[in-house]
T-cell receptor
Framework: DSGVTQTPKHLITATGQRVTLRCSPR?????VYWYQQSLDQGLQFLIQ???????AKGNILERFSAQQFPDLHSELNLSSLELGDSALYFC????????????FGPGTRLTVT | GNSVTQMEGPVTLSEEAFLTINCTYT??????LFWYVQYPGEGLQLLLK?????DKGSNKGFEATYRKETTSFHLEKGSVQVSDSAVYFC?????????????FGKGTHLIIQP
């Protein structure tokens, strides 16, 4: 158990809908990262937050957004969903802004029908 | 940009065989290097890391040495077990490049047969 929790574990929704994925980092970790894992794209970094502020952006679509709250949990919002957004979404946390090891949650499997 | 290249497999070995999974990287700064393992239906677990050239990371019988001259970080284990069957990801974090998200290889599916 990494100490990173994610909810829900599974999510099934229809095209055009909007969903919110939630992540709670390890106790004491200030950085939260979001990743997407799909068969065709592999594991891709989406976005990082550090202590409530956006720190780095990766291959995140404009339809996707995230935020980190004062209690350090984070939410990833996915809107106008398309079939191609079906994937595993992982959250990770680390103690520092980067370079230190990241600890991953169990993931949320999103299926868009 | 940054990139990580690793053999994709599947790699099938017999129990107690020697394992090598190759990983090479391209980075603009001075990266830290990692190996993560993903068991079926689970998230990624950090297996080992190295933060500078010539560092050797090790854990659970696995080892990898950060080779700057060959830009490589190959994963090795002397005697694999059935329980080592999983997908292994090589990754880098390039703090010098300014972005802190990990760049992953495509993963190597390892199958160990009894």
């Amino acid at each position: 158990d990494s100490g990173v929790t994610q909810t829900p574990k599974h999510l099934i929704t229809a095209t055009g809908q909007r969903v919110t994925l939630r992540c709670s980092p390890r106790s004491g970790d200030l950085s939260v990262y979001w990743y997407q894992q799909s068969l065709d794209q592999g594991l891709q970094f989406l976005i990082q937050y550090y202590n409530g502020e956006e720190r780095a952006k990766g291959n995140i679509l404009e339809r996707f957004s995230a935020q980190q709250f004062p209690d350090l949990h984070s939410e990833l919002n996915l809107s106008s969903l398309e079939l191609g957004d079906s994937a595993l979404y992982f959250c990770a946390s680390s103690a520092d802004r980067g370079g230190y090891e990241q600890y991953f949650g169990p993931g949320t499997r999103l299926t868009v029908t | 940009g940054n990139s990580v290249t690793q053999m994709e497999g599947p790699v099938t070995l017999s129990e107690e065989a020697f394992l090598t999974i190759n990983c090479t990287y391209t980075a603009t700064g001075y990266p830290s290097l990692f190996w993560y393992v993903q068991y079926p239906g689970e998230g990624l677990q950090l297996l080992l890391k190295a933060t500078k050239a010539d560092d050797k990371g090790s854990n659970k019988g696995f080892e990898a040495t950060y080779r700057k001259e060959t830009t490589s970080f190959h994963l090795e284990k002397g005697s694999v077990q059935v329980s080592d069957s999983a997908v292994y990801f090589c990754a880098l974090s390039d703090r010098g490049g300014g972005a802190d998200g990990l760049t992953f290889g495509k993963g190597t599916h390892l199958i160990i047969q009894p």
